[in-house]
């Protein structure tokens, strides 16, 4: 079966930069889009970033010029690259990916089980 495994969250000070990885492996036959989720304390899970295979990306408004998010399609991994941290960014980051898997001609939604960002003096 499909499995993402995130990476790279911690404790960083306002200002700071952190790397999120996400690794997918299983049986998989293609990745879509791939995308980054958070969700804070006692708050919905909100879209933070996507990327198609083609490298084409969308950004929540509130991360714009601070987060990039990337990908390496021969590693099956997205990368979020988050710079200039605001205490405001603290929540736990999911992974997701839209795969197809095989002997299906229809997409499907994976998701990792999520890494902790703390963004705090």
């Known amino acids: 079966q499909v499995q993402l495994v995130e990476s790279g969250g911690g404790l960083v000070q306002p200002g700071g930069s952190l790397r999120l990885s996400c690794a997918a492996s299983g049986s998989i036959v293609s990745i879509n889009a791939m995308g980054w989720y958070r969700q804070a304390p006692d708050k919905q899970r909100e879209l933070v970033a996507t990327i198609t295979s083609g490298g084409y990306t969308n950004y929540e408004d509130s991360v714009k010029g601070r987060f990039t998010i990337s990908r390496d399609n021969a590693k099956k991994t997205v990368y979020l690259q988050m710079n200039s941290l605001k205490p405001e960014d603290t929540a736990v980051y999911y992974c997701?990916?839209?795969?197809?898997?095989?002997?299906?001609?229809?997409?499907?939604?994976?998701w990792g089980k999520g890494t902790l960002v703390t963004v705090s003096t």
């Open positions: 997701n990916a839209e795969i197809t898997r095989p002997f299906s001609r229809y997409r499907e939604n994976a």
